[in-house]
Nanobody, 116 residues
Framework: VQLQAFGGGLVQAEGSLRLSCAASGRTFSNYDMGWFRKAPGKGREFVASIKRSGSTYYADSAKGRFTISRDNAKNTVYLQMNSLKFEDTAVYYC???????????WGQGTLVTVSS
Protein backbone atom coordinates (compact mmCIF):
# COMPACT_ATOMS: atom_id res chain seq x y z
CA VAL A 1 0.00 0.00 0.00
CA GLN A 2 1.25 3.48 -0.86
CA LEU A 3 0.59 6.37 1.48
CA GLN A 4 0.64 10.10 0.91
CA ALA A 5 0.21 12.52 3.78
CA PHE A 6 -0.70 16.15 3.40
CA GLY A 7 -2.29 19.01 5.27
CA GLY A 8 0.64 20.23 7.32
CA GLY A 9 1.55 23.86 7.65
CA LEU A 10 2.19 26.75 9.98
CA VAL A 11 -0.37 27.39 12.70
CA GLN A 12 -0.43 29.50 15.83
CA ALA A 13 -0.59 27.93 19.25
CA GLU A 14 -4.14 26.93 20.25
CA GLY A 15 -5.02 26.65 16.57
CA SER A 16 -6.24 23.62 14.64
CA LEU A 17 -5.07 21.62 11.67
CA ARG A 18 -6.34 18.51 9.93
CA LEU A 19 -3.94 16.08 8.36
CA SER A 20 -4.99 13.62 5.69
CA CYS A 21 -3.37 10.49 4.41
CA ALA A 22 -4.49 8.94 1.15
CA ALA A 23 -3.81 5.27 0.54
CA SER A 24 -3.62 3.40 -2.72
CA GLY A 25 -2.60 0.03 -4.02
CA ARG A 26 -4.35 -2.36 -1.67
CA THR A 27 -7.64 -2.72 0.11
CA PHE A 28 -7.50 0.14 2.58
CA SER A 29 -10.09 -1.30 4.92
CA ASN A 30 -7.87 -4.32 5.62
CA TYR A 31 -5.25 -2.20 7.35
CA ASP A 32 -4.83 -0.59 10.72
CA MET A 33 -3.77 3.02 10.21
CA GLY A 34 -1.65 5.25 12.39
CA TRP A 35 -0.03 8.62 12.77
CA PHE A 36 3.47 9.14 14.12
CA ARG A 37 5.63 12.20 14.44
CA LYS A 38 9.27 13.15 14.66
CA ALA A 39 10.21 16.42 16.30
CA PRO A 40 13.59 18.10 15.76
CA GLY A 41 16.24 16.32 17.81
CA LYS A 42 13.86 13.60 18.97
CA GLY A 43 12.97 10.11 17.90
CA ARG A 44 9.81 9.08 16.14
CA GLU A 45 6.85 8.72 18.45
CA PHE A 46 3.38 7.27 18.21
CA VAL A 47 0.52 9.75 18.06
CA ALA A 48 -2.67 7.83 17.29
CA SER A 49 -3.98 4.76 15.53
CA ILE A 50 -7.26 3.37 14.30
CA LYS A 51 -7.95 -0.27 13.72
CA ARG A 52 -9.96 -1.81 10.94
CA SER A 53 -12.80 -2.08 13.43
CA GLY A 54 -12.67 1.65 14.13
CA SER A 55 -11.16 1.33 17.60
CA THR A 56 -8.84 4.22 18.31
CA TYR A 57 -5.75 4.66 20.46
CA TYR A 58 -3.89 7.81 21.43
CA ALA A 59 -0.63 8.82 22.98
CA ASP A 60 -1.10 10.64 26.26
CA SER A 61 0.09 13.84 24.58
CA ALA A 62 -2.71 13.57 22.02
CA LYS A 63 -5.63 12.56 24.21
CA GLY A 64 -8.36 15.15 24.37
CA ARG A 65 -6.84 17.25 21.60
CA PHE A 66 -6.38 15.00 18.58
CA THR A 67 -8.92 12.80 16.82
CA ILE A 68 -8.07 10.08 14.35
CA SER A 69 -10.69 8.88 11.90
CA ARG A 70 -10.90 6.97 8.66
CA ASP A 71 -13.09 6.98 5.59
CA ASN A 72 -12.79 3.60 3.92
CA ALA A 73 -14.79 4.76 0.93
CA LYS A 74 -12.16 7.42 0.27
CA ASN A 75 -9.16 5.32 1.33
CA THR A 76 -8.17 8.12 3.66
CA VAL A 77 -7.24 8.50 7.29
CA TYR A 78 -7.41 11.83 9.07
CA LEU A 79 -5.87 13.41 12.12
CA GLN A 80 -7.78 16.37 13.48
CA MET A 81 -5.50 18.36 15.76
CA ASN A 82 -6.95 21.00 18.06
CA SER A 83 -5.43 23.19 20.77
CA LEU A 84 -2.04 22.81 19.16
CA LYS A 85 1.03 23.48 21.26
CA PHE A 86 4.53 24.52 20.32
CA GLU A 87 5.73 21.04 21.28
CA ASP A 88 3.47 19.51 18.62
CA THR A 89 5.85 20.88 16.01
CA ALA A 90 7.11 17.87 14.06
CA VAL A 91 7.02 15.99 10.81
CA TYR A 92 3.91 13.83 10.91
CA TYR A 93 3.88 10.47 9.19
CA CYS A 94 1.00 8.19 8.43
CA UNK A 95 1.54 4.47 8.54
CA UNK A 96 -0.32 1.27 7.78
CA UNK A 97 -0.02 -2.26 9.00
CA UNK A 98 -1.64 -5.58 8.59
CA UNK A 99 -3.37 -6.17 11.96
CA UNK A 100 -1.07 -7.65 14.62
CA UNK A 101 2.02 -7.00 12.52
CA UNK A 102 4.50 -4.14 12.58
CA UNK A 103 4.00 -0.78 10.92
CA UNK A 104 5.46 -1.67 7.56
CA UNK A 105 4.09 1.02 5.27
CA TRP A 106 4.92 4.69 5.64
CA GLY A 107 4.02 7.93 3.94
CA GLN A 108 6.51 10.68 3.18
CA GLY A 109 5.60 12.96 6.09
CA THR A 110 4.06 16.38 6.34
CA LEU A 111 5.52 19.20 8.43
CA VAL A 112 3.48 20.84 11.15
CA THR A 113 4.92 23.98 12.69
CA VAL A 114 3.22 25.56 15.68
CA SER A 115 4.27 29.08 16.51
CA SER A 116 4.13 30.18 20.12
Amino acid sequence: VQLQAFGGGLVQAEGSLRLSCAASGRTFSNYDMGWFRKAPGKGREFVASIKRSGSTYYADSAKGRFTISRDNAKNTVYLQMNSLKFEDTAVYYCAARIPSESWAYWGQGTLVTVSS
